[in-house]
């Protein structure tokens, strides 16, 4: 059982360490290299941060872990909030918590905690009919989200119009980069499909032969897989000190950062996993 749990650790950690220092890195400067707003970037950053929950989840799915699953993205989404509310009060950026448009923001990332809570208390097995209410649940989100930054943040202030159009200005239009950079992704993603494989084939047998409770896997998932989202969190913020740029923008990016893994995570690679589940499994 040791081997077992030192596998587990091992090969998650490689998820971790392979999102951080490569598929975040990359995403960034894609992101900048391409000349996009703050929020796009925190957008981007969190498909990025939410690649190790896909590869979890997604195997664990198939090996008939559904309550795994179901606990890891609880988790992981209540970790990663916590996370966001450490880096703004460790960069000092409590005042952006008034923006309006982060405000609507953070009530959307509670929901996203109290669905699973939800979930978890009253239901034993989720069912396929789940699929389209995540699905719409997430439109009306990404609505609501974009709507809200129109409103209350882009028109609120031109000043932070200028620095956006600002930031990425150092590497726009290069081609070579940004080809470079979609090849390290295609190349990342493959290595990741490859050690998810082994993890999946870790969680199996630590679940059916040493019969290791499926919520307390899922809940060391969660904390595991949620470590990008944190580094993400203080790099944005830290970002746009250094560049003396309004700190509003780092917020920007971490708050939508948040908001797109926890999006992701129960709406999106949530319903992935039940649809493997049922097809691959039941």
Known sequence: MFIKVVELF???????????????SVLRKLAENLDLKPKTIGNIAGYATSMPELLTIGISSIN?????????????????????IASIIGNKNKKALRNQ???????????????????????????????????????????????????????????????I????????????????????????????YVIGEQLGETLNSLCHQFSLSQTIIGILLGFITSIPELIT???AQKHYKEQKSNELLGVVEATNNLLTSNMLNLFIIQSIGLIFYYVFYV
């Open 64 to 84: 008939g872990l559904i309550s795994t699953s179901v606990f890891n993205i609880l988790s992981s989404n209540v970790i990663n909030f916590i996370q966001y």
């Open 10 to 24: 091992l090969y998650s950690g490689l998820i971790v360490l392979i999102a951080k220092y490569i598929l975040v």
């Open 101 to 163: 448009a982060i405000r609507v923001d953070m009530v959307l990332v509670l929901i996203t905690i109290v669905i699973p809570l939800i979930l978890v208390g009253t239901t034993k097995e989720m069912n396929l009919w789940v699929v389209p209410i995540f699905l719409t649940l997430h439109i009306l989100f990404r609505f609501l989200n974009n709507n809200a930054h129109q409103v209350y943040l882009e028109k609120e202030d031109k000043q932070i119009q200028k620095q």
């Open 233 to 235: 969190f203080f790099e």
């Open 165 to 192: 159009e600002q930031e990425g200005k150092k590497e726009k239009g290069n081609t070579r980069k940004t080809i470079w950079y979609i090849g390290i992704l295609i190349g990342t993603g493959i290595l990741l």
